[in-house]
């Protein structure tokens, strides 16, 4: 079992920063790929990037060069470096376990033009 709990986001205007944080805990929790996903209103969800337990990165092609993923080396937490931020970001960002298909509750990230 793992759990993630997330915190961070709020609300920035166009071309500002934010930064989440998801903390994994369960004892597959070091070995496991974790992940950020976000959802719009009205759209499905979406993988934005993650990190293997060897802190591999992958990224969606939309927010490549802009958010960066990072894992702590000793323990188990996430996180999410988002700078230059548009509109199109706005979300329900929910952390991710893909080893168990866990889901974090969420933060909502807004962007305002």
């Known amino acids: 079992q793992v759990d993630l709990v997330e915190s961070g986001g709020g609300s920035v205007q166009t071309g500002g920063s934010l930064s989440l944080s998801c903390v994994a805990s369960?004892?597959?929790?070091?070995?496991?790929?974790l992940g950020w996903y976000r959802q719009a209103p009205g759209t499905q969800r979406e993988l934005v990037a993650e990190?293997?337990?060897?802190?591999?990165?992958s990224y969606a092609d939309s927010v490549k060069g802009r958010f960066i993923i990072s894992r702590d080396i000793y323990n188990p937490t996430i996180y999410l470096q988002m700078n230059s931020l548009k509109p199109e970001d706005t979300g329900v960002y929910y952390c991710?376990?893909?080893?168990?298909?866990?889901w974090g509750q969420g933060t909502q990230v807004t962007v305002s033009s």
């Open positions: 369960g004892s597959l929790a070091k070995f496991d790929t």
């Open positions: 991710h376990s893909r080893a168990v298909g866990a």
């Open positions: 990190i293997t337990s060897g802190r591999a990165a």
